[in-house]
């Protein structure tokens, strides 16, 4: 791979950043960036210690004169979520990215770039490779699996943390400093069904072209949810015809809004059905080339109602249905289609409340991230989000509920606790002072609604006085993903100044 990034920083950090880039770090495939990470201090002769899961801890000491002063913890995480473009060859589990530069930007052909959380792991390393800088005795964590449910910062067994302030370099939104997060969990809402033998007209629905995006903070930009709409459509479908469902998918990631889904079904059923009891002629079960039409005249109508809702939002959806064929196939039974249809339609998804103390910021959500069928079972992966943990319990039995009444099972995993803000924070209180100085401006100091790892390490370490920042990264989560050249620049001068100053 060329240096595609060189000239775009006086500072080493883009150079790490595609030496990163070059390793292949999807989610729970992260030991080869963690044993990259170990080599580095090894090389530098820093301490470091990896623990069975993968992450990693390194530290510096102090400068010469700052031995006294508090320490700083930089935290960060190695994997990324790993998207690509349909047609796309490449394999993000063997393959690294091929980067590019558009204008102020970098992004990735075809995949999504890691910025998230890989500009950490650049920073870092930058910084602790810069032997001019002044700094306090610094420390570097580096966990994995967060973007699967904060799993590294869950079950990190390393050295404990000694440093006073802790600078999280998780988030992507330049001039704002980050001081709490919402708290979460992944649902689990699991329906068996019933499969039956029909031959019939094979169709296969499909929603596609929306933005998508992370289902914490894009939850807010009414982004259509793929899974959700192939629902609608195929309520609609039933007041006009009976079929059956042999296959339903959509979406990768449960922290995803997902962006494409499909569903294959049989038609021809109800003719079948009428045929099989008596009630019409053998010849007349075949469904009409007028009958198609005005199923596939619905559908058109349907993709032009959904455009006009999310005319901002999600401009470019679209739905086709691709008539194939006739099949034999496992459908789900009659009834079963039925409750697959209802709980698409039912399911609780997008904002349930908004933060009363900050304007603006998103108190309760969720978001379906991930539909399939199995042979015997359908499965929903929901992520759940509150920074107010009875209103994430509440949205879980109401899950469970509706689930239960449908004769299924409800489960939860993956809970990780939310990060309040601190009324009082020195850290938080130089930064804006060093903020302002550097730029002009005062920062937005505000909490996300997010899962950061923030909330695992003040569990751990209560006495750490913590911030998050980081520069513009657009479209996170997205083969659209992109990070900002002239901010990465000025967020990096922001935090080796943090690193000097601050005592």
């Known amino acids: 791979m060329s240096n595609r990034l060189k000239g775009l920083s006086t500072e080493r950090f883009f150079d790490y950043f595609e030496e990163i880039s070059r390793i292949p770090r999807g989610s729970g495939n992260t030991r080869q960036i963690s044993g990259y990470c170990m080599e580095f201090a090894r090389a530098h002769r820093l301490e470091a210690v990896q623990d069975q899961m993968g992450n990693v801890y390194i530290r ?241 109508e349907l993709e032009t109602e959904f455009r006009s809702q999310y005319v901002s939002a999600d401009p470019d959806i679209s739905l086709s249905l691709e008539w194939q064929e006739e099949s034999y196939e496992e459908t789900c039974d009659f009834a079963d289609t039925d409750k697959l249809i209802f709980f698409l339609n039912m399911v609780p998804n997008g904002i349930q409340h908004m933060e009363q103390q900050i304007p603006g910021l998103v108190e309760t959500s969720l978001n379906l991230g991930v539909f399939r069928m199995t042979s015997d079972r359908m499965e929903a992966y929901i992520s759940v989000r509150s920074s107010v943990d009875s209103r994430k319990r509440e949205l879980g039995k109401k899950l469970a509920c509706l689930i239960e009444m449908l004769g299924g099972d409800y489960s939860e995993s993956g809970d990780y606790p939310g990060w309040k803000v601190d009324p009082v924070s020195h850290l938080r209180d130089e930064m804006c002072r060093i903020y302002e100085e550097l730029f002009g401006t005062r920062p937005k100091v505000a909490a996300v609604h997010a899962g950061l790892e923030c909330g695992y390490f003040k569990e751990k370490y209560p006495w750490l006085d913590i911030i998050s920042f980081g520069p513009d990264i657009l479209n996170i989560h997205t083969t659209e993903e992109k990070m900002s050249i002239s901010s990465c620049n000025a967020m990096y001068g922001y935090l080796k100044r943090l690193i000097t100053d601050i005592r």
């Open 60 to 300: 510096k000491e102090a400068s010469p004169g700052r031995e006294q002063e508090p320490g700083i913890l930089l935290q960060g995480h190695l994997d990324m979520v790993t998207e690509q473009k349909p047609g796309s060859t490449i394999d993000m589990k063997t393959e690294g990215l091929t980067l590019q530069v558009e204008g102020d930007y970098i992004s990735a052909v075809d995949t999504t770039l890691g910025g998230d959380d890989g500009i950490a792991i650049a920073y870092a390393l930058s910084i602790l490779d810069d032997e001019k800088l002044s700094h306090p005795m610094l420390e570097v964590i580096f966990t994995v699996d967060e973007e699967i449910g904060l799993l590294g910062a869950q079950g990190m067994e390393l050295p404990a943390v000694q440093s006073k302030y802790m600078l999280n370099l998780d988030s992507e939104e330049h001039g704002v400093l980050w001081s709490g997060c919402a708290g979460g969990m992944t649902a689990l809402c699991q329906l068996p069904v019933v499969r039956e033998g029909f031959t019939g007209r094979r169709a296969v629905l499909r929603v596609s072209g929306l933005i998508g995006g992370h289902s914490g903070t894009e939850i807010d930009k009414e982004r259509g949810n793929a899974v959700l709409l192939l629902g609608t459509v195929l309520r609609e479908l039933k007041q006009k015809c009976l079929f059956a469902i042999a296959d339903l998918h959509g979406g990768l990631k449960d922290n995803a809004i997902p962006r494409d889904a499909e569903a294959v079904l049989l038609f021809d059923l109800q003719a079948q059905y009428l045929a099989d009891t008596g009630q019409i002629s053998a010849p007349d079960a075949a469904y009409t080339a007028e009958k198609m039409r005005e199923i596939s005249d619905r559908i058109s």
